[in-house]
């Protein structure tokens, strides 16, 4: 199959191109930049350089490539995490005009199926309950804080785009709502390990409980959804278990071996990583069932307990 990965270098676009040209497929990997060109040929993939925000660029390198299949995996966050609202503008641009260049550029080529990348924050951030969140669910009409609303709102533009497209019958589109990635080659997972040589990845006061879902199952569950995914339908993909924010980091710390992390209040947080503080505030346990049920899509690291042995085979805590 010919496929084109437009986000091909990031953290998820990489794996996925190796794996993808390991099965023998014909990949294409989408990069901005001419110096990542024999990353791409390294992993196995043809290398096509352009701007996902230059609509006529990008459908000429889309038409050379006449792909089956397209992934969307396009962002722009900084090196380690997103701390702040203003890290999240350029990922937000191209989840919303990217996203619209992207979708008429692989209609144009005459790709039959379009499988994108969202993330399980577009049900929104504040407290969700205790109850897993399904695809079916309402989506919070209004964000607890007005800064995060452009990055809800760009997600939800992302995913309601294809699925127009979808309807009018022009691709088959297959969103994926993602938890929140972790695993050895995850930059936030890097950024999370020097936090916890300062012992400083616990906050005082926060009550967030999170859905995570490891690089290597992510990868698989995009593979999937290009094989078995139904067109026109979301799938949120996670892990088995939902856990505290705080767990997380206490559980992060007894596999790398690092000390119990002091705690730093949630307000300090908030002050100085908004973003982060957000996180830590949400309340969003979400359901995996459906892509178990419909993609064939089984976790490998069903639970951060089993991901996070794997992180600790990898990295190390001085």
């Known amino acids: 199959m010919r496929i ?17 040209a390991s099965r023998g497929h014909e990949v294409v ?52 995490a997103p701390l702040r609202a203003g890290h999240m503008k350029a990922t937000n641009e191209l989840r919303v005009r990217g996203t619209a260049n992207l979708l008429r550029a692989a209609v144009a080529a005459g790709a039959k199926r379009l499988v994108a990348e969202s993330m399980i924050f577009a049900y929104g951030f504040g407290d969700h ?3 897993p969140k399904v695809e079916s669910d309402a989506l919070q009409p209004r964000e607890p804080h007005a800064w995060l609303q452009e990055t809800v709102d760009s997600l939800r533009a992302l995913e309601e ?51 995570w879902v490891h690089l290597d199952d992510a990868v698989e569950a995009c593979i999937a959804a290009m094989e078995r995914g139904r067109a026109g339908e979301i799938y949120n993909v996670v892990d088995d278990e939902p856990v505290g924010m705080n767990e997380w980091m206490l559980e992060a710390a007894r596999a790398l071996g690092a000390g119990r992390p002091f705690s730093a209040p ?53």
């Open 29 to 80: 990997g989408l990069t901005r930049s001419a110096g990542k060109v024999g990353v791409l040929e390294q992993a196995g993939a043809a290398a096509a350089v352009a701007d996902a925000l230059d609509e006529g660029r990008l459908e000429q390198v889309l038409r050379a490539a006449r792909p089956d299949c397209v992934f969307h995996l396009l962002t722009a966050l900084p090196k380690g």
């Open 266 to 318: 949630l307000w300090l947080l908030r002050l100085l990583m908004p973003y982060m503080g957000a996180v830590f505030e949400t309340r969003l346990p979400v359901s995996n069932r459906k892509a178990k049920a419909e993609l064939g899509w089984l976790p490998q690291y069903r639970s951060y307990r089993d991901g996070l042995r794997e992180v600790a085979a990898h990295l190390s805590v001085a």
């Open 129 to 131: 309950g205790d109850v």
């Open 4 to 20: 084109f990965v437009a986000g091909a270098t990031g953290t998820l676009g990489l794996p996925l191109v190796r794996a993808l």
């Open 161 to 211: 785009q294809l699925l127009a497209a979808d309807a009018r019958g022009e691709i088959e589109a297959v969103p994926l709502r993602f938890g929140l990635f972790y695993g050895s080659k995850v930059p936030s997972t890097a950024f999370t390990v020097k936090m916890l040589r300062r012992r400083l990845a616990r906050v005082k006061g926060a009550r967030g409980v999170g859905s």
